[in-house]
C-alpha cells in the first residue's frame, strides 16, 4: 500500500517550507532513511529522509515549491498503485509551471489596459522575439518563455517584457543563467558588437576580455526567504519601537586577567575556551533579573510580559544572514555551561542546521561586532524584546591613579531599549550595575 | 516669349521662301610656297614638330596596348586608348591660333587636341608665365618629376611638362594631371584653356556652351572651342547645345553690354566613322556635314568644311572663325575632314573598312605629305625634318620610361590613403561669391516688388493660435526667392535660367519679381532643351561661375540624364578637386499632373556619387538650405514640390527669420518630439505625417518623433538613431515609388546600426509601383495618412481596434515583389 512522504515540520513556528532540490526522481527506489529531497525554512535548511520504502510513485511539488509542513510531498510504494488519494489538494497540477506559481504571490495589478487576468504560459517552442525585447529581457532578468508575443505575428516585443516586468515576474540572475543555459549552452558572443554569432554555437566559452565587455554593470538578485525574514522584522522592530541607544565603558582589566588565568588551565580542567563575550553574556544573565523591565515582552504595545527566567538571544553572523539562537535559562547556567553552549549554537547556526525552536523564545539579546573593531553601534531589538545589548571592541583608555596617568582597556557596552516599556534612567541603572559587575567580575562569580 | 515682341499673325502667315548662303567646302587651294610670305620658316616647322610629337604620342599608346613595348621600354597599359593617329594635322591647326583664354573641349578620341592646345600655348607664354603655371600645379609636384633632365629651355621643360603629366593620367599615376583619376578620355590641363574631355559621344557640346556662356555673362577674353566627332552629330544634347548657343535672345533682348552671338566653335574632326558605324552613306543623312549649319540659324553657324590632312588649310579657317566669334557673330560650325588610320581601339579590327582605303590616306600622312611639302617649298631640309622626327621618338622614349617606372611615377596609394578619392567627392567650400566685382542689378534690392511684397507677410503660419490666410502668410517659394534674391545682389558670377523663368517667373512663381531687378544676361528663359540646361550649367560652374538651373518637374531629370549623372556629378572628383561644380538644380515634384508630372525622384539622384541632394518640406527648411547650397561649392539637386510651395512655416519657432542664414546639407529637422515611435518622411509625406502622429496620439495613446529629412545626401544619422534608439521602433514614408526608394537605405542603416534597439524591423511606406493615376485617384497612389497607420498596425504593434485601409500583410508583399508591382 502505497503511503505519503510527509514535508517535515521543523520546530513549533515553522508553517512551510521550500524543496531545494530533489535528490531523487519518480520510478527512484528508496529504503526508510535515504535522502529524498533538501529543503529549507527562512532561516535553516534540511535533508528530508524518506520514512517508506518502495519506488517513488509521484512527486507532488518540484524544486522551489513551497510546501506546507505535514503535507505528502511525494508517494512512496509499489509501482502501479493509485496514488490519487495521497496527492495534496492543488498540487502536482501546479508543478510545470511552478515557478511562476510561487512568484505569483508578488504579482501586481496589472496595467489598465490588460483588463482580462493574464494566465501565465511557459513557451518552450521557437520563441519569436525582437531584438530590443531580448535586450530588455536580458537586463531585467526576465524569462522570455513567459512572454505572449502581442507584436505582429505573435512577436515578442518590449512591450511584453515590460508586462512581465509590471508582474513581477523576474527570476534571480543565478536562475535566469540556469534557465538560458539549458535552452542553449552559454556562448559568448564573438560577433560583432559582443552579439553571439553562429560561429559561437557549440564553441567553448570563454574570452575573458569580451566578458568583461559585455557583463551587465550590476546584478539584481532576489532576496532568499533568511534575508527576507531579517528585513521583515528589521523594519518592524524600527518602524513601530521608540528604540533608543544608550553606550558607556567598562574598565576590562578585571575580565582579561580572568579570562587569562583561565586560559593557561582550562584544558586541564576540562574548561571551553572562555571568551570575554561569554563573561559579559555571564555578566547579564546574573544582571538582568535586578531590572525585570528589560528581560521583558512588550504585548500590543500595552501589555508587560516579565519574564522569571533570562533567555538570552545571542546574534551570529552566518553565511545565510543574521541568525540568534537562544541560551534558555541562562540565568540557571554556569559560565562554562553559557560558554559551551553559545558555541555549540553558533556553529549549528552557521551551519544551517539549527532547530527553528532554538531560534525562538529570547528574553533579551547580546550582539557582538567588537570582534569586528566597531566601537559603538545602535543595534535593533529583536521584537517583541524591550532591550538589547551591544557588545563593542576593547579600547585603550586613560585614567588618573594617585595622580598620574594610568592606561587600561575598556570595553563598550551599547544599549537599545524600547523606550515605550522602560526609560532612560533605569535602563541606565542596568547599564551601570553591568559594568560594575563585569569590572569586578570574581565578586560576581562568588554569588 | 517677352511682351516686347510681337507675334504678328499677317507677318507669319505671308507666302515667301527662305534661301540658303553656299557653304563652302574645302576652298582653302594655298600651296607652302605661297604661305611662307604668312609663315615663318620656323613657325613652318613648328608645324611639322608638333604634328610629330602627336604622332609619336599616339604611337607611343598604341604600341604599349598591342605589343607592350615602345622602344624598349615595357609596360602594360589597361586601361582606354582612343588613338588619334591621322587626326594630328587637324588638332595642330586648329591649336595654331588658340592661346590659354581660348578653352577647348574634347572628346574620347582627344591626346592630339590637348597636346597641340598645350605645345601652341607653351609657344605664346613667356618663360616665367610657364614657370608660374608648372609650380603652382598640384604643388608643382609634375614639375618636380620633370625637371633637370637635360632640358636646354623652359619651353622644352615645359614639353617635357606637359607630355609626361598627360601620359602620366593616362596611365592612372598620381603624377598624372588629376592624380590618374580621369584618365586617357579626362585628361586635361585648365591653365591652359585645356578642359575637360568627355567618355559620353556628344558630352562636352552642352558644357562647352556653358562656358562660352560663362565668358560672355561675365566679359572674359577668348573664344570656346568644342571638339567633338561626326558620330557626336547624332546625339540629341549636341543639337540642344547648338539651340542653345544660338538663342535669339543674345542679339535681340540681352543688355547692350552683353549683346552679341555666343563665341563658341563647334568643331567636328569628321572622320567618316562613329566608332565603325559610316556616318556619311549609313548612319546619318546629311551627306557632307557641314550642311547640317544651315538648320540652325540664319547664319548658318558660318559653317564650312576644311581640309583637315592640310594643317594650313584648318590654321587658316580657325583664324577666320576665331574672328567671327570674338565680334560677337557666333557661333561657328566646323566640318573638319579627316581620318583616323588606327581603329577605334586597339580591339578594333577594321571589319568595316578595307585595306585600300586606309592605304589611300596613309599615302597622303601629312607626316610624310607635309614633310615634302615643306621640302618642296623650300622651307625646311629634309634632314632637318628627320631629325625633328628623331626628337620626337627620342622624346617620347624619355617619357614613356619616365612614366611607367612606378618608382618614379607611383600610381595613388589606396593602401596608405583609403580615403583619398572620398575627399574628392565634394569640395565641402563655403564661398559667399566667386567674383569681385558689383553685382550688375537693374534696382536696389529694397525697390524689388517682390521684397515689398514679402515685407507685409506674416512669418510663421499661425497667428494668437490661427492659420494665417494663404495670401497674407510668407510661404515655401517666398522663402526660396528670399536666399536666392540675397545672393543675386552677393555674387556677381549668379545667373540662373530655364524654362520660363523670366516673364513668367517660373512656373511655381519663386522668381516672380526678378525680372524688374536682374538683367537678361542673369536672369533667362532657356530653350526647352533639358541636357543644355543642366549640361551648360556644369561648363559655367567648371569655368568659375555659380548658377541656379530649373528643370521645372522632376520627371524631366531624365532627359538630362547623362548631364545630371554623369557630368555634373563627377568632374570634381575626375578633376581631383581642381575643378568646383557650384551648381543648384532646381527640380519640383508635381501633383495632379499624372504620370509623367508627379515623381519624386530623390532615390535616382541620391544613388549618384558625387551630388548632394536635398528636399525641404517646410519655408525654414528651403530657405536655409537653399543659402547653404548657393554659399557652397558642390552640385546640389534642389527638390521642391508642388503640394508646398503655397504653405507657410508650422513649425520652427519664431517661422522663418528675415535674416540669411543656413541649414546644413545633411542635417535632419525634428519636427515634434515623441517617445513611443519615430516616423522620418522625406518631402510633402510631412504633412501626412503629422496627420497619422495626431491620430495615434489621439486615438492609441501613442507618442510619435516626427523628423524630416530635408537632406538625403549627405545625411547625418546622429538624430535618426538617437531617437530610434529611443523609441525602438520607425517608419519611414515618402512619395516616391518604395521600390529602391532611398527610404530603404535609411532603413537599412537604422537597422544595422541599432539593431539590438529595435522592437521592429523598420517599415517603408512609399507610393505605389505603378504610374501615377490621375489627382483624382491621388489617395490609391501616395502615402496616406493611414498608410502609416496601416504600417505600423501590421507591421510594428498592432493598434488595439484599429480597422486597416491597405493590405500590408507579407503575403501581400511577396505578391507585389513577384508581379513586379
Given at each position: 500500500m502505497a503511503a505519503g512522504v510527509l514535508m517535515p515540520k521543523q520546530g513549533i513556528t515553522v508553517e512551510s517550507c521550500i524543496i531545494t532540490k530533489w535528490y531523487k526522481q519518480v520510478g527512484d527506489s528508496v529504503k526508510v532513511g535515504d535522502l529524498l529531497f533538501g529543503y529549507e525554512t527562512d532561516k535553516s535548511t534540511f535533508d528530508c529522509e524518506s520514512t517508506e520504502e518502495g519506488e517513488i510513485l509521484e512527486i507532488f511539488y518540484n524544486d522551489g515549491d513551497d510546501v506546507p509542513v505535514l503535507v505528502n510531498v511525494c508517494a512512496v510504494g509499489t509501482k502501479g498503485e493509485d496514488v490519487s488519494a495521497l496527492r495534496p489538494d492543488g498540487a502536482g497540477a501546479t508543478a510545470e509551471a511552478a515557478p511562476a506559481a510561487e512568484e505569483k504571490k508578488e504579482e501586481k495589478a496589472a496595467p489598465a489596459v490588460v483588463e482580462e487576468k493574464k494566465e501565465i504560459k511557459v513557451n518552450n517552442g521557437e520563441i519569436k522575439i525582437s531584438p530590443r525585447a531580448r535586450a530588455l529581457a536580458d537586463k531585467e532578468h526576465?524569462?522570455?518563455?513567459?512572454a505572449e508575443g502581442s507584436g505582429p505575428y505573435g512577436r515578442v516585443v518590449e512591450k511584453d517584457i515590460r508586462d512581465l516586468i509590471d508582474r513581477g515576474l523576474t527570476s534571480t540572475s543565478a536562475a535566469f543563467d540556469a534557465v538560458k543555459s539549458a535552452d542553449a549552452a552559454a556562448v559568448e558572443g564573438s560577433a560583432i558588437g559582443g552579439r553571439v554569432g553562429i560561429s559561437d554555437l557549440g564553441k567553448a566559452p570563454v574570452n575573458p576580455l569580451t566578458a568583461a565587455v559585455v557583463e551587465d554593470e550590476f546584478v539584481d538578485e532576489k532576496f532568499p526567504q533568511i534575508r527576507k525574514t531579517i528585513a521583515k522584522s528589521m523594519t518592524a522592530s524600527l518602524s513601530t519601537m521608540a528604540q533608543l541607544t544608550m553606550n558607556s565603558a567598562f574598565d576590562a582589566t578585571e575580565i582579561m586577567n580572568y579570562r587569562a588565568s583561565l586560559k593557561k588551565s582550562a584544558e586541564a580542567l576540562g574548561l571551553p575556551n572562555i571568551t570575554l563575550n561569554d563573561i559579559v553574556l555571564y555578566a547579564v544573565s546574573r544582571t538582568l533579573l535586578n531590572h525585570p523591565d528589560l528581560n521583558a515582552h512588550l504585548i500590543d504595545g500595552n501589555t508587560m510580559r516579565r519574564f522569571k527566567h533570562v533567555h538570552l538571544g545571542v546574534a551570529v553572523d552566518t553565511p545565510r544572514g543574521l541568525m540568534v539562537p537562544t541560551i534558555k535559562y541562562a540565568n540557571l547556567k554556569s559560565l562554562a555551561q553559557i560558554s559551551a553552549e553559545a558555541k555549540e549554537l553558533a556553529k549549528m547556526a552557521q551551519e544551517g542546521t539549527i532547530s527553528p525552536d532554538l531560534l525562538t523564545g529570547a528574553t533579551f539579546t547580546i550582539s557582538n561586532l567588537g570582534s569586528l573593531g566597531i566601537e559603538s553601534f545602535t543595534p535593533v531589538i529583536?521584537?517583541?524584546?524591550t532591550g538589547i545589548l551591544g557588545v563593542d571592541t576593547l579600547m585603550t583608555r586613560v585614567k588618573e591613579v594617585n595622580g598620574e596617568l594610568k592606561a587600561y582597556k575598556a570595553m563598550g557596552l551599547s544599549l537599545t531599549i524600547d523606550h515605550r516599556a522602560i526609560d532612560g534612567a533605569p535602563a541606565a541603572r542596568f547599564v551601570k550595575e553591568l559594568c560594575a559587575n563585569l569590572e569586578a567580575f570574581s565578586v560576581l562569580l562568588a554569588k | 516669349m517677352p511682351k516686347s515682341q510681337f507675334v504678328d499673325p499677317v507677318e507669319l502667315r505671308k507666302a515667301g521662301k527662305i534661301t540658303f548662303e553656299d557653304i563652302d567646302v574645302n576652298v582653302y587651294n594655298k600651296t607652302v610656297k605661297e604661305e611662307r610670305k604668312n609663315y615663318s620658316d620656323d613657325d613652318l616647322k613648328r608645324i611639322y614638330r608638333d604634328i610629330t610629337i602627336l604622332r609619336e604620342f599616339e604611337s607611343m599608346i598604341n604600341q604599349i596596348k598591342l605589343q607592350g613595348v615602345y622602344n624598349g621600354v615595357e609596360h602594360t597599359y589597361p586601361g582606354p586608348a582612343h588613338l588619334s593617329i591621322g587626326q594630328e594635322a587637324a588638332a595642330v591647326g586648329q591649336a595654331y591660333?588658340?592661346?590659354?583664354?581660348d578653352f577647348i573641349f574634347g572628346s574620347h578620341r582627344s591626346h592630339s587636341e590637348i597636346l597641340a592646345k598645350a605645345l601652341s600655348c607653351i609657344e605664346k607664354l613667356s618663360d616665367k608665365e610657364l614657370m608660374d603655371i608648372m609650380e603652382n600645379f598640384l604643388g608643382g609636384k609634375v614639375l618636380r618629376a620633370v625637371e633637370n633632365n637635360g632640358q636646354n629651355s623652359v619651353k622644352e621643360l615645359a614639353i617635357d611638362f606637359i607630355i609626361y603629366g598627360a601620359l602620366a593620367e593616362i596611365f592612372a599615376r598620381e603624377n598624372g594631371f588629376h592624380l590618374g583619376l580621369g584618365g586617357s578620355m579626362h585628361a586635361f590641363f585648365q591653365p591652359f584653356g585645356i578642359y575637360p574631355n568627355n567618355a559620353i559621344v556628344g558630352g562636352s557640346g552642352t558644357i562647352a556652351t556653358g562656358a562660352a556662356l560663362y565668358k560672355k555673362v561675365n566679359n572674359k577674353s577668348g573664344i570656346v572651342v568644342a571638339n567633338i566627332g561626326d558620330g557626336a552629330l547624332a546625339r540629341g544634347p549636341m543639337w540642344e547645345a547648338m539651340t542653345f548657343a544660338t538663342m535669339d535672345q543674345y542679339r535681340q533682348l540681352w543688355e547692350e553690354s552683353k549683346r552679341g552671338g555666343m563665341p563658341i566653335l563647334f568643331n567636328c574632326f569628321n572622320n567618316d566613322y562613329g566608332m565603325g558605324g559610316q556616318t556619311r552613306g549609313e548612319t546619318m543623312g546629311y551627306n557632307m556635314l557641314a550642311r547640317i549649319g544651315a538648320g540652325v540659324s540664319p547664319t548658318q553657324l558660318h559653317a564650312e568644311r576644311v581640309d583637315g590632312y592640310n594643317p594650313l588649310a584648318v590654321i587658316d579657317a580657325m583664324k577666320r572663325k576665331k574672328e567671327i566669334l570674338l565680334n560677337g557673330d557666333g557661333p561657328c560650325f566646323l566640318d573638319v575632314v579627316t581620318y583616323r588610320v588606327a581603329g577605334h581601339s586597339p580591339s578594333d579590327s577594321s571589319s568595316y573598312r578595307t585595306k585600300e582605303e586606309i592605304e589611300a590616306w596613309k599615302a597622303i600622312d601629312p607626316v610624310i605629305k607635309f614633310r615634302e611639302d615643306l621640302v618642296a617649298a623650300g622651307a625646311a631640309k629634309d634632314d632637318e625634318l628627320q631629325k625633328i622626327l628623331d626628337n620626337s621618338t627620342a622624346l617620347m622614349t624619355k617619357i614613356c620610361k619616365m612614366a611607367s617606372d612606378v618608382e618614379k611615377s607611383p600610381y595613388i596609394d589606396f593602401d596608405k590613403d583609403p580615403a583619398i578619392v572620398e575627399r574628392l567627392m565634394f569640395s565641402n567650400e563655403k564661398i559667399a561669391k566667386l567674383d569681385d566685382r558689383e553685382p550688375e542689378v537693374l534696382a536696389p534690392k529694397e525697390e524689388c516688388p517682390r521684397v515689398v511684397q514679402i515685407k507685409g507677410k506674416e512669418r510663421f503660419a499661425f497667428k494668437d493660435g490661427k492659420p494665417v490666410s494663404k495670401l497674407k502668410v510668407f510661404n515655401y517659394r517666398d522663402a526660396l526667392f528670399e536666399a536666392i534674391c540675397d545672393k543675386f545682389y552677393e555674387d556677381p558670377t549668379l545667373i540662373t535660367y530655364g524654362e520660363d523663368v523670366r516673364d513668367w517667373g517660373g512656373a511655381f512663381a519663386v522668381y516672380r519679381g526678378l525680372t524688374e531687378v536682374l538683367p537678361y544676361s542673369r536672369l533667362f528663359n532657356s530653350p526647352i532643351a533639358e541636357s543644355a540646361i543642366v549640361g551648360s550649367a556644369v561648363g559655367y560652374a567648371m569655368s568659375g561661375g555659380r548658377v541656379i538651373v530649373e528643370l521645372m518637374y522632376a520627371d524631366f531629370i531624365g532627359c538630362a540624364g547623362d548631364e545630371i549623372f554623369n557630368q555634373l556629378a563627377k568632374w570634381q572628383s575626375m578633376s581631383a578637386g581642381i575643378l568646383k561644380m557650384p551648381v543648384v538644380l532646381r527640380v519640383s515634384v508635381g501633383s495632379k499632373y499624372g504620370a509623367q508630372h508627379s515623381q519624386d525622384w530623390t532615390s535616382l539622384t541620391a544613388h549618384i556619387p558625387g551630388l548632394k541632394v536635398v528636399f525641404p518640406a517646410t519655408p525654414w527648411e528651403a530657405k536655409g538650405l537653399m543659402a547653404s547650397a548657393l554659399n557652397g561649392t558642390d552640385p546640389v539637386v534642389f527638390f521642391e514640390s508642388q503640394r508646398l510651395y503655397d504653405i507657410g512655416e508650422q513649425f520652427h519657432e519664431g517661422g522663418v527669420p528675415e535674416e540669411s542664414y543656413e541649414i546644413e546639407i545633411g542635417d535632419t529637422n525634428l519636427i515634434k518630439k515623441g517617445d513611443d515611435i519615430t516616423i522620418l518622411t522625406i518631402g510633402a509625406t510631412l504633412y501626412r505625417a503629422m496627420d497619422a502622429a495626431k491620430q495615434l496620439e489621439e486615438k492609441y495613446g501613442i507618442s510619435a518623433e516626427v523628423i524630416n529629412l530635408h537632406s538625403i545626401c549627405p545625411l547625418n544619422y546622429d538624430k535618426i538613431l538617437e531617437s530610434v534608439k529611443k523609441t525602438g521602433k520607425v517608419v519611414l514614408a515618402s512619395d516616391a515609388c518604395s521600390r529602391n526608394s532611398f527610404l530603404n537605405d535609411v532603413a537599412r542603416n537604422i537597422t544595422e546600426l541599432a539593431f539590438d534597439y529595435l522592437d521592429a524591423p523598420p517599415a517603408v511606406v512609399g507610393a505605389q509601383n505603378w504610374i501615377t493615376p490621375p489627382f483624382e485617384f491621388d489617395k490609391y497612389f501616395f502615402p496616406q495618412d493611414t498608410w502609416i497607420l496601416d504600417a505600423i498596425n501590421e507591421k510594428i504593434m498592432p493598434l488595439k481596434g484599429y480597422v486597416p485601409t491597405t493590405n500590408c500583410t507579407p503575403v501581400e508583399q511577396l505578391r507585389k515583389a513577384k508581379m513586379g508591382v
Open positions: 526576465v524569462d522570455i518563455r513567459l529583536n521584537p517583541p524584546q | 591660333n588658340l592661346d590659354k583664354n
